[in-house]
Structures are given as C-alpha cells and as structure tokens.
C-alpha cells in the first residue's frame, strides 16, 4: 500500500506572500503526482499534475518534484484570500485510483 | 446535467435501517470510485469499478454494497451502518487510460449515523 505523508497545517501566510506545501511519497517508482484543492464543504478539485521528468508551472501555481528525496512541493506565488483551502497531495496505485495525503490546510490572511 | 452527481447531498440514519447513495457520471468515464473522507484522516478509496467490474475493495465492510449496473451508475447501498461511519461519501470517475489519471469527483453525500 502506498503512502502519502502531508503536514496538517495549518499554514498561515500572508497575502502577496509565497505558499509552500509539501508532500513526501513511501513508492519510489511513482510516476505522476497530483494536487487537488478542496473548499470547506466543498469537493476535491484538481489544480495540478505532474510527471517525473519535471517540474510545471500554470499560472500561480508550480509543482517541483524531487525523486532522490521523494517528496513533491506546489507553490503558490502572491497567495490570494481565495486560495485558502485544503491541498490534497495523491499519487496513482497500480495505475486505478488516487491515493491522497490528509491534505495541508491553508489560510492567506489579507 | 455535467460532471459528477450525487444523492442525496444530507442523509441521517439509524442503526438498523437500510438506505442507499447514488452517483451519475455525465462525462463518459469508464471507471467510477467511492472513497470516504473522514476528519483529520485522508480519503480512503472504498470500491474502484472498471467498465462496469468491480476490481478493488479496499477490506470494506460488508455493510457498505457497492452496486454499478452500467458505466454511468454507481451505488453505495448502507445497512447496519455504525455511528464511526458518518462520513462525507465521495464518488468520482476517471477515464481509464488517460495519462492524467484526473479524477472528477461529485459534490459529496454527507452521512450521519445515529
């Protein structure tokens, strides 16, 4: 069974300001890894994949891999009041389902 | 209708009594999922169903009964629940194959066992 390690948080940082959310892996053969953010209340929704041959940036928002360390980080530069959410971190098992993180929750105080 | 849609949105129920969760998905997935999202604890994947099968379950009681009679329709049939299975529900579906692996997830069933 793999594992997804996430700190709980909160993690509180102030508008304008960078977040950074980390993610630790236990199967060193993962490939792809996802991040999804959820609402209070509201359901997971994706933000952001990536593969193992590097890092991406949309928007915002970069997601950096670090195989050797097996961890994977999302950024968000000049944080938003409405980026202040849950950031799921999950990783495919056998190529079907997600499995997620606890999630790192998030508050950007304006 | 678009994406994920589940009901009921609320549902409270005794121990003893029989209830069901329903889920439709709008995109043409062919795999479907139930996982449940507890509090300070990660969603746990329940049931994967695949083009209709059952290929996963996750050592799931047998008081939850998973149900998918076509790859649009899945199920969650509830009795004898526990008071610990109060939960938020969560379905969601995905394209099997697709390189993103980017599951869709419905709104959420939010239980509550008396």
């Known amino acids: 069974q793999k594992e997804v390690e996430q700190n709980s948080g909160p993690l509180s940082v102030p508008e304008g300001a960078i977040a950074s959310l980390n993610c630790t892996y236990s199967d060193r053969g993962s490939q792809s890894f996802f991040w999804y953010r959820q609402y209070s209340g509201k359901s997971p929704e994706l933000i952001m994949f990536i593969y193992s041959n590097g890092d991406k940036e949309d928007g915002r928002f970069t997601a950096q891999l670090n195989k050797a360390s097996q961890y994977v980080s999302l950024l968000i530069r000049d944080s938003q009041p409405s980026d202040s959410a849950t950031y799921l971190c999950a990783v495919p098992q056998a190529g079907t389902a997600l499995i997620f993180g606890k999630g790192t929750t998030l508050s950007v105080s304006s | 209708e678009t994406g994920v849609t589940q009901t009921p949105r609320h549902l409270v129920m005794g121990m003893t009594n029989k209830k069901s969760l329903k889920c439709e998905q709008h995109?043409?997935?062919?795999?479907m999922y139930w996982y449940k999202q507890s509090a300070k604890k990660p969603l746990e994947l329940m049931f994967v169903?695949?083009?209709?099968?059952?290929?996963e379950n996750n050592s799931v009681p047998s008081r939850f009964s998973p149900e998918c009679p076509n790859s649009s329709h899945l199920f969650l049939h509830l009795h004898t629940l526990q008071p610990e299975d109060s939960a938020l529900y969560l379905c969601a579906s995905r394209w099997e194959g697709a390189n993103t692996g980017e599951l869709f997830f419905g709104e959420g069933s939010r239980l509550t066992v008396l």
């Open positions: 995109l043409g997935h062919n795999a």
């Open positions: 169903y695949n083009f209709k099968e059952q290929t």
